[in-house]
């Protein structure tokens, strides 16, 4: 079994030479998958037995926020209307700054390294702060409300629209730049006709897809003082109403759920 696993396999050519398959690095990779998967369960403290006893604890929650609180739905109007809106203008405010954020970061369209390598650092920094933490800053510096979340979403959305963004840039057919730059026309004037074109159908599209996303990252937002619907979730949990827990979200789920399949119709058309 060892040498059929891990022994290279002979071959004999037809002008009878015997030569070896290279050798496979499944083996390997199968054994470094199963070693850190033993050293994850060490380090997290992961119990399997604990998980098998309490696994049907979660349905215990969902039956107690059913059936959902009917009368509750006229309260929810308002902070479920601030979730939308502060998601719709976050993330388009993010998308449109996105675009000079990215081209800044490609390195085809600007020729200076630094500023190029600055912007991709800038973009990565803001990846790898969650929305929460940049909701939690922004209650800071601008107080409780939906700015804060407004700004929060803002941010995500620009880092990662801005990241994908650059990426299409940086991967475009450059010859069609080159050609109207050569005429004369400016750099902007050259993107303009060349590149967007090329990058529009991607940009529309990643820009819907993070729409879709962000009104679920908005709703959430509450629990640090960003305002919407999250501060009647976080509010509902607190106390344990789980009928009013069960009513925000059944409507988090019917707008998210129309919110995709417009979204989903349009990219459809887009692509």
Known sequence: MYDKIFLPKKITLPNGKIVSEKRTRIPFVIALILISVIVSIEITGFDMELLMDRWDEFFVIIGQMTPPTWEYLPHLWGPLLDTIKMSLLGSLLGAIAAVPAAVLAS????RNKLIAGISKFLLSILRTLPTLVSALIATFIFGLGTLAGTVAIFLFTL???GKLLYE????????AFEAIESMGLTKIQAFRYAIVPQILPNYLSTSLFCFEGNVRYAAILGYV???GV???LN???GWRNYPNVGMILLMLIITVFIIENIS???RKKLN
């Open 264 to 266: 989903e119709h349009f």
């Open 235 to 237: 509010e509902g949990i």
């Open 107 to 110: 390195s085809n369209i600007t």
């Open 168 to 175: 299409q840039i940086e991967n475009v057919n450059m010859g």
């Open 225 to 227: 003082g960003a305002g």
């Open 159 to 161: 880092a990662y629209v």
């Open 230 to 232: 999250g501060l009647l």
